[in-house]
């Protein structure tokens, strides 16, 4: 059982953004026990570029005496030439999936430069993800309880508990309209949904977080404050909680997750579709 | 050369998120000439969920008589059995990779579960990340331009060029504080930086789009106005791209790019590093 960390470079490069590359390379370093030195090399669409990068690759294996991981999703073949000659460990991270679907499937691929994350300004995917941002800016932090006929869903929660953040992520990433609207100090004596989101409240869905955890993220903000006191996180996580539970809206604590999953898991409960942007 | 279109359900299946199973699908299966309807499946974390999934899966299949095409990536290995048996095309979206990688390392891999997208909230990257969206939400559309010397980058623009999806995109994704600046119709007689941004000029960044493109997008917002008007479009982008060229700010053209290619082309021009979130 080898279990000793190894040092790595690690190389992700494409002739797109090399989002993908970056995803499924952090996906699989992230089982392997590796202490690794990350660069991403986008763009790499000319003879000129590509022989730069492979003189990279080659430079830290020759630095290290080890080879560099590499991994790519490249289109151009001359490009992708080059790179298969640097001097590392090489991984394409689509072939090994595209090559079985084409027999599966029987039907020929046609590699397309820049495939994934480039829909195009014209689309009508980018104009909705465009409004969905702009719509979640504009109903961000209770700022505005005004159209909320066209909100995908309202999120509720105290200050500080992932509101924010959650929104631009459903808004960026799955074209989601997302109100956000917090509980304050002041709404705690008599604690109940705002007029405006009484008619919507089949789309509000409320966010919690450990009081310890509240504590620690307030202090941040406003070291000492009242507004950062154990007293004040626990009475109003209490009291937040304890409307959520009266209203019967589903609530989710988001203490231990991050806002991808705290994005997925809502999008899972709620039952709102993604739209992929 | 088969080149007739198929239609097919897709299914992205894990018992994390499934982003990373979403984000290969979609580039593999954008190689291929296929229809489709696809579904997403996360946090398929017990074998009563993992039942669940299999019908939906086998009642597809049953209902079109084709086998649907399942990309999945699961670490519990009685998820993984259950998930398995499907009447399906099933595609492991890491094991292509795992295994090799393990080969060539010498190492044992370690499957995790919520391996990636799962950066918990007491980390530093997390706050970073969180910080980075709170700095680019007060420094959006030259809302402020107070605390510059903690900006990573600032972008300049006529209204309408992609500044804000660009800046949020790199604080959510990348952990970068973003400043947004626009150059309005007010400006235009004199052009120039403004006083607050000249000290930082160095972290400057223009964009730039196509006038029939802005003029598209401000009819959307604003129709027949005079800001929407050919006239004011193609004036303020002459006027903007000159001050560009004068002041030697590097800057791209938006009007073909996707937001996820705007961040990334600009990340790699601009020399700043990528911090993984």
Known sequence: MQRKTQFRDVFYVSDGTAITSETVGHAVLGQFPLDTKQTTLPFVETIERANY?????????????????????????????????????????LHAMVAPLAK?????????????????????????????????????????????????????????????????????????????????AEDMARLKLPQAIEPYRYKTFGLTINSDRLQAIRQERMADSDYASQHQCETELDKVEAM??????????????????????????????????
């Open 53 to 93: 990068v492979k003189n990279i690759i080659d430079q830290a294996h020759s630095k290290r005496g080890m080879q560099p991981i590499v991994f790519y999703s490249v289109v151009i073949p001359e490009v992708k030439a080059i790179l298969e000659q640097s001097n590392a460990l090489l991984y394409d991270v």
């Open 104 to 184: 599966d499937l029987d039907l020929e691929p046609k590699p397309q430069l820049q495939r994934s994350h480039s829909i195009k300004k014209d689309t009508d995917s980018y104009m909705d993800r465009i409004a969905a941002i702009e719509y979640t800016l504009a109903h961000d932090d209770g700022v505005s309880l005004n159209n909320l006929d066209q909100a995908d869903i309202i999120l509720l929660g105290v200050s500080r508990c992932g509101k924010t953040p959650t929104s631009l992520y459903l808004a960026m990433q799955f074209g989601i309209r997302a109100v956000n609207y917090p509980f304050i």
């Open 244 to 277: 959520f539970r009266r209203e019967a809206i589903p609530y989710l604590n988001t203490s231990s997750l991050s806002v991808e999953e705290i994005s997925t898991r809502l999008l899972d409960m709620s039952g709102l579709k993604r739209r992929m942007c």
